[in-house]
């Protein structure tokens, strides 16, 4: 993609209204553009991130059995007044009353309508375990939308629900989850801890936030530092491992602030290993058993004749989050570098030709290097505006793309001028540069 | 994926509430899912073939050099007042009030807001021409939802939108998305016509629907048998190319009722080649000039130091619609035989063995032909029920899925009975079979 031809609105300073980088930073490559407070419309730019978080998702979830389904955005109130929490949610769930003067709502979460879908479609447990997963936009009207799309109303979230016999088997399907999320978070090469959580609205008594660091975010934790050291290796689909994954986590107090003990924390954990810091949920799972399916009268046969209601657990990540999150952890404000894990990077390379009026040489240099990289599927993003060199780097620092081609005045056919984003550059074949991107790919 | 481990509730009868056979078939299969009046939820089946159209829908925008974006679904009503769209819009228009009181609404369509965002980020000539899509749940409020997805309240669209600096150069944008069309609809296996059509409530003065012939379309068409006859082979993306295109369309009288002039279409069309039949509207293109520039002052810098407001088209694909559309198009409901165009077919094969309780070897004949299947990148659908085989074979024929391996008692380790919906089985090796698909599957 030639820049001339793209749209990628980039301003030339900091937007005053954003206060944390993620959303400076977002405003000012032409990621997003608010419509309204809270409403962002998704730019060419921060659209590609973040659907390919959408695909990492995706894949993680269909790894562990997870099958995908696609429920609407508005719902009836009448199944809301079956589980109870119609009145409940309070004035953060959009109500809407149609023109027929129905009660309906944009969905905040969707634990009823899955529990609807569930009840009307499987009746025996030997239809057990199932695990249904969603990726939709989600409406919640926050009193105060802030900090761009990290706390907004309209939002891109993957929300899957595990439908089992028994707790013994619920709780394996929450440990899949478990594992899943530490995979993918991997994937978008973040650290995420599991803590252990409220379950707020949602309920139920076994909850994990997921949480990465950042001074910017609006969870306070007390950890263990020694968790971060903690991971999935090795960790496979079954019972036992599973519950291993889980111990080797929770033998190091880790929590959010509503779960936090000040006795049991210093208690557990001794001076030199205590972290109080602060963090960003991208992902928050529950178990809650019953909680639904009991009063919207969800149940299956069991193998001895009776019936009973089926155990539930959700799962929730913040797709369009993780887009800020991974800024937040990524970006270097003071230099005005970005650097996009390649699995989520926009483009694979970035292209910089010092473009002279009267000289198109570098130009067909930058298109013969982007001819070769395309057949060996690398996407380039080509700067062929005729700016000059400095602002040129300044752009495509702040844009991310890991991988540089800068092609200056003295064409040399064999070497090519290639850095990676906070390494030095280095004068190197093409086709090394296409060994070293391809590489870096196949990792994830 | 195995049939006793997935999510596909299916129906013993066609439910009575369906009154077109798309919807009786999208129910019976358990592709969809009501949730309450003209809403519904995609379950695995049906979200497995609109994610393949939404695909084919976006690589052929990427290929005439649209760039997608992601507008949100809940708008301000602001814009919608500067345009003056917003008494006009009427009842269809779902109208929210937000926490803050704040008059919003659920987009039926993005004029406005694709304006409002190219206004504040391209200035000049030089930027343009820009092609931007979105594909985004869009909702309007029918009185009277009705056929299932076919006329539904909330439904998945891609919207496209051109912004050119003179006529002639919008008129090139135009042709390119007529082009689009066309080979969108020809790689979903429909004979797709462009027919002149009203503008409605989009406005601007050319407009063409994109129709496919059902005896239970909404459209009532009048057309000259002989336009069935055009295709697009051979034309490229260049101004002459496009208009010699259209040329060879419009050549052949073809409307939609509101464009009907009795006195023209007998004129114009000997009695032998006049069809006058009802169609499914799958596409629709607009051009609409300064409709909405001019009123939210959209405008960009001429060459000649001037400026202009710019010149902007619609075009819309209704994504989950064409689910309803193929399935009209292909299912015969008298036999009971859908057949699903690879392109889109929710598995590319299935797979169905006679299980018996006591003999596992159909079984597991049937999962080593699936791993052998997947090495190549073909997925299949296993039905390892018990259920007898008159009955699975009737269920696969509803599903749809155009090839079918059927493993009966006698197991014959070179030979396996392959059958394509609609001929005849025939007894082949594994390595043909995958030899076929590919190729069918390589065509798209």
Same mark, same amino acid.
């Given at each position: 993609m030639y820049i001339s031809e793209s749209f990628i609105p980039i301003l030339k300073n900091n937007p005053s209204e954003a206060k944390i980088k993620s959303h400076q930073l977002m405003l000012r490559v032409g990621m997003i553009k608010q419509s309204s407070s809270g409403i962002y419309s998704w730019l060419p730019l921060g659209l590609k991130v973040m659907k390919k978080i959408e695909q990492i998702v995706r894949e993680e979830q269909n790894k562990i059995g997870a099958q995908e389904i696609l429920m609407p955005t508005i719902q009836s109130s009448e199944i809301w007044k079956e589980s109870g929490r119609y009145e409940d949610y309070g004035e953060e769930m959009l109500r809407i009353k149609d023109r027929q003067n129905r009660e309906m709502l944009y969905g905040p979460t969707n634990e009823e309508l899955v529990t609807d879908i569930f009840r009307s479609s499987v009746k025996s447990?030997?239809?057990?375990p199932q695990l249904l997963y969603h990726i939709q936009w989600k409406f919640r009207d926050e009193i105060r939308p802030r900090f761009g799309i990290m706390r907004c109303r309209e939002f891109f979230m993957k929300d899957a629900y595990s439908f089992d016999i028994n707790d013994e088997e619920a709780l394996f399907s929450y440990n899949k989850f478990f594992l899943s999320y530490l995979k993918t978070f991997k994937r978008l090469d973040l650290v995420a801890i599991p803590m252990a959580a409220d379950t707020g609205p949602?309920?139920? @008594?076994l909850s994990h936030e997921f949480i990465i660091l950042a001074d910017t975010g609006e969870s306070k934790i007390y950890t263990d530092k020694r968790i971060f050291e903690v991971n999935s290796d090795g960790s496979k689909l079954d019972k036992k491992s599973l519950n291993n994954l889980r111990n080797k986590f929770e033998k190091f107090y880790s929590v959010t602030d509503e779960k936090f003990n000040k006795e049991e924390f210093e208690k557990k954990v001794i001076k030199e290993n205590r972290l109080i810091t602060k963090g960003i949920e991208v992902g928050h799972i529950f178990y809650f058993g019953d909680k639904y399916s009991k009063p919207m009268n969800c149940s299956v046969d069991l193998p001895e004749g009776k019936k009973d209601f089926v155990k539930m657990g959700s799962y929730g990540i913040g797709v369009s989050r993780l887009v800020g999150a991974i800024i937040e952890a990524k970006y270097n404000e003071t230099e005005e570098i970005m650097k996009w894990p390649i699995s989520v990077s926009p483009y694979d390379i970035s292209i910089i030709p010092i473009v002279n009026k009267n000289d198109k040489s570098t130009l067909e240099k930058a298109k013969r290097i982007n001819t070769e990289l395309e057949k060996n599927n690398i996407e380039s993003l080509i700067? !062929?505006? !005729?700016? @000059?060199f400095s602002s040129k780097i300044k752009k495509m620092n702040l844009i991310g793309i890991p991988f540089q081609i800068i092609i200056g005045k003295q064409i040399d056919d064999d070497f090519i001028e290639f850095k990676e984003l906070g390494k030095n550059s280095k004068k190197v074949k093409l086709s090394e540069i296409i060994k070293i991107i391809k590489k870096q790919k196949e990792k994830n």
């Open positions: 447990y030997k239809s057990l949602i309920g139920g @008594n700067d !062929d505006t !005729d700016e @000059n």
